[in-house]
């Protein structure tokens, strides 16, 4: 047999739901009724309890100071001695038990000089701090009245009295201890009376109240109905009183429902198939400028779950310097448009009012259309050809000046001219690298570079590299070393670009290195890839450059590069190449610290990625 998993934290929602209803609540109600009624009468007598206790307690020591025949002179000893020897007197005080004790204090050395409470005999020695703690002694002493006040202390309760005769003071106090078994009693009967009183109060409250809910409960019922789409079932009219002509009501609305519902159903079934499929994004908003319909495609252009911005905080959010009473009070024909950016994407935005029948506006609608291809494209285009051009234009400035100062008389000078000639020929050479490269990169991105796989030893490829560069790094004095970290296998890729990239790493890492630094190279294997690991500690690119590094053009340090004979193309190549294999290119840098480039191939090529 399966049992099902209980799930408790729903057993407690039941009673927490029935606590929300409109019967609990009365019964509730009534409960609480009972209670407050209850409950203050218990406090009530407790307190006339206590007070009569404490009223016996005052009137007796004040009984017993008038029939006490003591000469007001007396001294402590013929207090205690009086006390001792005069039954009679004690009698008057009717301290008679042991909830009932008195203290002699004397005033003139400040100390307890006889008492009969345990807390404050003179064997204790906190007995002076005890009594001090009492207000009504610290009242009669600075020649004040005696209070009512409960005290407890030590885990008892009492009240105490306090009254000067003769050159002592005489401390009363009276434990509740005495009264306690009564009291205790006593509210044990209220409670037993307070626990009929709310069972019988809900059992009451429960049948009057039924009286009440069950016709709106059956209301609900049929509400939860109607909002799911049925309105066929009709209510039973039970009376004719306001729940019964309440009834009635719900049953008209329920019929006059469903014929409108129906034929508006209808009408935004089509407009909402419209609105959720279109490729541009739609916000509708009211004159007030809330929000009133949104679909998915403008919720996705915003990078938004949810948009609930009005209009206003919309056009403020965005900068779009438009607000609805521009629209809606000032004369608008026509439209109006804002292009805005949001989350790397170029958003445009066509405002346009919508009216009613008598050409009143109604709101606005704000159409979105996503222009961030089109935008990326322009930019791509604008930058390319301001690149291109100004690598060209240095090279050819360079030959023209040189050109013309040769043309000028400068070519019968030989030295002159054969060191003007070699400019020349540099430039031209930059030229030549510059548009080889283009045509390189545009065979790439059109696919027609053709790639002669074949299966080579890639330890060697690499190693034969860095022995062809090694004179590079010799000429500025720099250490150029290469490792290899296990067993290497054969890949199938085309050898003379995987050169290619090779070299142009290894190259940059010599460029971007001062003389004397360190480049080391690790060959190695990880999983179904090799790869080859360029390390250097040389000037490094800043966080801010990282993400562009691989952009046609881009350069860290533009005129250095530029002085080494750098196109700004090597490494947008590089990664060309190494992704037409299935491969991937990594770097990692510091400013100051050095870099790490990481290319990775696969050992077996996937004939799908091949060009």
Known sequence: MQYRKIKWSNLWNVPLKQARSLQWRLVIILVLITFSLVIPIGLTLNMRVETSYYDNFKRSIDNGFSKWKLDDNSDKKAIKNSLDNHNEAISYFYINSINKTYTIYDIKSGSVYFSTDTDLTTENPDANLNLLKSQNFLSVLSKGQNSKKLIHENGRAFYDYAQIKGKCIIYFRYYSDDWKNIIDNFNNIIKNSLLIAIIVALIIGYLLSRTITSPIVRLMHKAQKLAEGNFDEALEVKSDDEIGKLTKTFNFMAKEMKSNLTEISSEKNKIETILNYMADGVIAFNVEGEVIH??????SMLGVSRFTDNFNSFSKKYDLEITLEDILYIEFTGGREANIKVNNKFIKVYFALFT???????????VLQDITEMQKLELMRREFVANVSHELRTPLTSIKSYTETLLEGALDDRETAERFLGVVNSEADRMTRLVKDLLQLSRLDNQQMQMKMSMFKFEELIKSTVEKIQIEAQNKQQLLECFTIGEIPEIIADRDRIEQVAVNIISNAIK????????????????????IKVVDNGIGIPPQDLPRIFERFYRVDKARSREMGGTGLGLSIAKEIVEVHGGSVAINSEKDLGTEVVVKLPIEQNDNKLL
């Open 294 to 299: 949104t679909n998915p495609a403008s919720k």
């Open 356 to 366: 009613d029948e008598e050409k009143k506006a109604e709101g606005i609608i704000a």
């Open 512 to 531: 971007y290195t001062p003389e004397g630094g360190t480049i080391t190279v690790y060959i190695g294997r990880m999983f179904n890839d090799v790869y």
